[in-house]
Structures are given as C-alpha cells and as structure tokens.
C-alpha cells in the first residue's frame, strides 16, 4: 500500500535494485521453463525425435548459457 511506497521511496538508490531483481528472476524464469520443454525434446524417438533434435539441442544450450 501507500506506506510500503513511502518507505521504499526513503531509501535512495533502491529502486533499481527493484527493478534488477525482478528483470533477473523474469530471466531466469524463461531459461528454466525453456530446458524443461526443450530439453525432453532432444530424446524423442522416431520421426519427431528426429525432427526436434538439433532445435532442441540448440535452444536448451542457448537459453542456459
């Protein structure tokens, strides 16, 4: 509410922090839940395994780096 505004407006310098903090759990976020659905993918079998392989091995190593 109102009060929890004026006390983090009281401290200088905190807001960026804020804003850092959550840009980097938004980050790593994407990152997870992109090598949770990419990575299974690399170990398909058949025509889609096939398919999906490279897409996925290239996505899950880009997304962890």
């Known amino acids: ?3 929890t505004a004026v006390i983090w ?3 200088p ?3 960026w922090l804020l804003c ?3 840009a980097t759990v938004a980050l790593i976020a994407i ?3 992109l090598t949770s659905v990419f990575v299974p993918v690399a170990f398909m079998s058949g025509i889609v395994g096939q398919l ?3 897409f996925a091995i290239t996505i899950s190593a880009e997304r962890s780096r």
């Open 20 to 22: 850092v903090l959550a």
């Open 52 to 54: 999906y392989q490279q």
């Open 9 to 11: 407006d009281a401290v």
């Open 31 to 33: 990152a997870l839940v």
């Open 1 to 3: 509410g109102l009060s």
């Open 13 to 15: 310098g905190i807001n």
